[in-house]
């Protein structure tokens, strides 16, 4: 039940339960929901608040949780996972889910369960998130269908894609987070789109409907910006045609994984690399991943001029980028426009 990045990496996860499942049910909060859609095997999504997840936290009354049973019960499920990132607890929903008359609840836990969880699955610290869930399904019985290499997918709906000009060859440049402390500058990250730009690359500049004067200025010396424009598969379709794509730790990096983009990743280490790298896709952490701070966990980084990250030289990711990059595709126009 956490934000679109998370939703992405239970996928495999969700495949192995699928195939052996009547039916999947995805329980998704309202920031991971248009991930949870994209997702092979799930064939209908739930949508609800979860104040012991979300940042910042909905509060939670009598009346949240008795919503949330009540929509559980309906579901009339056999079994649910409770998938958790490390740092988070699977009891609270777990308690939910108990209320609700699921018979057979499995999650990795820690903490001592009661009668919570059915399966009280353990699983090493030092293992990526990917590893982590589909650990939890197969302790429940559920394995990966034969010749799945547990890869993260998206299914994107056909639709009209936006008119291309052959042969242009062009990088995604993301500059939002969800948490500042992960965050690259926007000067940095407008320097570096007129360096690639500079080289020869069509640059796109992606983020959501509140990013839009991020976009806008990191657009500006060279790139086109597509801040507020794309929903969800939109952006995947974007990306799954780009050369490479420059992000921080944040979701559309698991977009990107999903589409078999090559990734520069902007990594600052808030959170452990080898839980949250991009999974099975070419890429290159930049960053100082060996901070006394390092796993500080922090929103916003308390440590002046930001040493994980600011340091890094634009001219330094560009590189990385043509190191990456995969040969000159299609690029994309502008949405509802002419050529960039």
């Known amino acids: 039940m956490d934000r679109l990045g998370d939703v992405l990496l239970s996928g495999p996860a969700v495949r192995a339960v699928a195939g052996g499942a009547d039916s999947v049910t995805f329980l998704a909060s309202p920031s991971g929901a248009a991930a949870a859609r994209l997702l092979p095997g799930v064939d209908r999504v739930v949508v609800q608040r979860a104040g012991w997840i979300e940042d910042p936290a909905p509060p939670v009354t009598d009346a949240s949780a008795r919503s949330m049973v009540?929509?559980?019960r309906r579901l009339d499920v056999d079994e649910a996972l409770v998938?958790?990132?490390f740092h988070q607890s699977p009891l609270p929903l777990a308690l939910l889910l108990r209320m609700a008359g699921v018979p057979r609840i499995g999650a990795v836990s820690v903490d001592y369960p009661g009668a919570l969880l059915d399966v009280r699955h353990h699983v090493d610290d030092e293992v990526h998130e990917v590893r982590r869930a589909l650990s939890l399904a197969q302790a429940m019985g559920h394995q990966l269908p034969v010749g799945d290499a547990g890869?993260?997918?998206v299914h994107l709906p056909h639709r009209d894609v936006p008119r291309i000009a052959p042969g242009a060859g062009y990088v995604v440049v993301h500059p939002g987070t969800s948490v500042p402390a992960r965050a690259w500058s926007p000067a940095s990250h407008g320097a570096l789109v007129g360096c690639l730009a500079a080289r020869g690359w069509r640059v796109f500049v992606t983020g959501g409907p509140a990013e839009r004067a991020l976009t806008s200025a990191v657009a500006a010396p060279g790139g086109v910006d597509l801040g507020g424009r794309l929903d969800l598969a939109e952006l995947a379709h974007l990306v799954k045609g780009a050369a490479a794509i420059v992000v921080a730790n944040t979701g559309p990096a698991h977009l990107a994984a999903a589409v078999g983009t090559p990734v520069v990743s902007l990594y600052a280490p808030t959170v452990p690399?080898?839980?949250w790298?991009?999974?099975m896709v070419p890429h290159v952490l930049l960053g100082q991943q060996d901070i006394p701070c390092a796993g500080c966990r922090a929103r916003a980084c308390p440590v002046p001029g930001h040493p994980c990250l600011d340091h890094l030289h634009p001219e330094e990711v560009a590189e990385a980028v043509e190191r990456l990059?995969?040969?000159a595709v299609a690029v994309p126009?502008?949405?509802g426009g002419g050529p960039p």
Do not use: G, K, Y
Request: overall charge positive; glycine content about 0%.
């Open 277 to 279: 790298r991009p999974w």
């Open 151 to 153: 890869r993260l997918q």
């Open 70 to 72: 009540e929509a559980i």
């Open 83 to 85: 998938l958790t990132s």
């Open 333 to 335: 126009a502008p949405m």
């Open 325 to 327: 990059a995969r040969p």
């Open 273 to 275: 690399a080898v839980r």
